[in-house]
């Protein structure tokens, strides 16, 4: 699918952003930014969800007014791209019904009314900015990224800096706290860690692990992995509420810990 096929939608295909250009957002707790996508046009809905994921933030889409509120519910937006022209529902409407469960979550409405009046309507039915079609995927996210700092829903990183919860690792510097206590790691141990925490809340298989941290297969010596599990598990969580969690027959994840 390219943008060309989407004649109310502008964008340059293959064009992104450069991530090192500017710092990341990340949610207090170090999880990735969730941005609910409200949109009837998939191919639309579709490139807006991989433009946003390419910033590094989950993305959940919905193709009408009940599948948004659904998604809501379920996936507790820090902000939401929402359609003002909806198969079931109108925008304004769907907006005044999020607001009573979710009332903080910024809303970027998306519209291809310009007109002076529908921008005001938007505004004062309590969305918090205004795009207008044709736009750039460049400019939609500039705009999220606006809304959600100010909202206070994520926080800016230095890119050298991962955080999950009160576990941080400077990619830099090498160095690895936890609740300001530093952790003395092996460079393997490091390499492992990182991986997990660039992925937080995200299981990880054995063999992902093994290809990203050993590079290669390890063929019937997958235990490793296991084995360096442990070893984290003992410098991390060791006195502390576990962050590193196995997924039988799955593989590992790292979490805040609750």
């Given amino acids: 699918m390219t943008a060309t096929s ?34 009837d046009e998939a191919s639309l809905s579709e490139l807006l969800s991989l433009a946003l994921r390419y910033e590094g933030w989950e993305v959940r889409s919905a193709e009408d007014g009940s599948g948004a509120l659904r998604a809501a519910r379920e996936f507790r937006p820090d902000a939401v791209v929402l359609d003002v022209m909806l198969p079931d529902v109108d925008g304004l409407s769907l907006l005044q019904r999020l607001r009573r469960e979710h009332v903080d979550v910024p809303v970027l409405f998306l519209t291809a009314r310009d007109s002076v009046e529908d921008r005001i309507a938007g505004l004062t039915a309590g969305g918090d900015d205004y795009v207008t079609k044709p736009f750039s995927l460049e400019e939609v996210v500039a705009r999220l990224r606006g809304l959600i700092r100010r909202s206070g ?78 070893y984290l598990r003992r410098k991390i969580d060791a006195g502390r509420t576990p962050m590193i969690h196995t997924r039988r027959g799955a593989g590992y994840l790292i979490k805040p810990g609750e």
């Fill in 6 to 39: 989407l004649p109310s939608f502008r964008t340059e295909p293959g064009r992104h952003p450069e991530p090192g250009l500017r710092t990341r957002l990340r949610r207090p707790d170090g999880g990735p930014v969730r941005v609910l996508v409200v949109d």
């Fill in 153 to 230: 829903a994520a926080l800016a990183r230095d890119e050298s800096l991962l955080v999950v919860g009160d576990l941080t690792l400077d990619e830099d510097s090498h160095e690895v706290t936890r609740g300001g206590e530093g952790i003395h790691l092996t460079a393997t141990e490091f390499e492992l860690l990182r991986y997990l925490m660039r992925n937080p809340r995200r299981v990880l298989s054995k063999a992902q692990i093994l290809d990203r941290v050993w590079n290669y297969d390890f063929g019937g010596q997958a235990n490793v992995v296991e084995l360096y599990i442990s």
